[in-house]
């Protein structure tokens, strides 16, 4: 069974620009979940979708956003690109959201780099 | 919130020696805890999960993790490093109540083993 793939693998965009990215759960799963992953903030959830849903939301500015596709399949968008949204951002699928106690499966990230 | 803290930046073992990885938790109910490993260029990798029930949790790679209730603490072990085991190690805590996916990570911790 594939695993969670996420597209483009690296990005380079400057300030102000806005960027999209991709994610596509493994086969069966649901849910899909985004983190943003920076050396000085760690690990910090954005948000969690199931059935084309937003079912959380992390403290992330309004310029984050994203969607589920009836496939499952979601995007993340950030618009007026900053310096500070350099990041590797993660997705992670799981088989559904009203199980708690799902593994979440991570994807290998998107590095972006803002200039 | 729930939280998780991962004392140590960086855990220096010798092959072969015995591998220890510190977390503490927070969490008011039930604690849902986790482990993930994040090697270079890579999305996270499941290690194993607390429920309930045995407070010796066994997971892949041969890696366990001893949950103490009252010094609220979820270590990892490895009975016997490899070199190869050399990663950046996550602690987790499943943040929210009622059915999500969303994960409160500690600050991660790199462990390197000497060859």
């Known amino acids: 069974k594939a695993g969670v793939t996420q597209t483009p693998r690296y990005l380079i965009k400057t300030r102000g620009q806005q960027v999209t990215l991709s994610c596509s759960p493994i086969?069966?799963?649901?849910?899909v979940s985004w983190y943003q992953q920076t050396p000085g903030q760690g690990l910090q959830f954005l948000f969690e979708y199931f059935s084309e849903t937003q079912r959380n939301k992390g403290n992330f500015p309004g310029r984050f956003s994203g969607r589920q596709f009836s496939n499952s399949r979601s995007e993340m968008n950030v618009s007026t690109l900053e310096l500070g949204d350099s990041a590797l951002y993660l997705c992670?699928?799981?088989?559904?959201?009203?199980?708690?106690?799902?593994?979440?499966?991570f994807g290998p990230g998107t590095r972006l780099t803002v200039l | 919130a729930q939280s998780v803290a991962q004392p140590e930046d960086q855990v220096n073992v010798a092959e072969g020696n015995p591998l220890t990885v510190k977390c503490t938790y927070s969490v008011s109910g039930n604690p849902y805890l986790f482990w993930y490993v994040q090697y270079p260029n890579r999305g996270l990798q499941f290690l194993l999960k607390y429920i309930t029930g045995d407070n010796l949790v066994k997971g892949s790679y041969g890696f366990e993790a001893e949950f103490n209730k009252s010094q609220t603490s979820f270590h990892l072990k490895k009975p016997s490093a490899l070199v190869s085991d050399s990663a950046l190690y996550f602690c987790?805590?499943?943040?929210?109540?009622?059915?999500?996916?969303?994960?409160?990570f500690g600050k991660g911790n790199q462990v390197v083993v000497i060859p």
């Open positions: 987790a805590v499943r943040d929210g109540p009622g059915g999500n996916n969303r994960l409160a």
């Open positions: 992670a699928s799981s088989l559904n959201w009203d199980l708690p106690l799902n593994e979440q499966f």
């Open positions: 086969s069966g799963h649901r849910s």
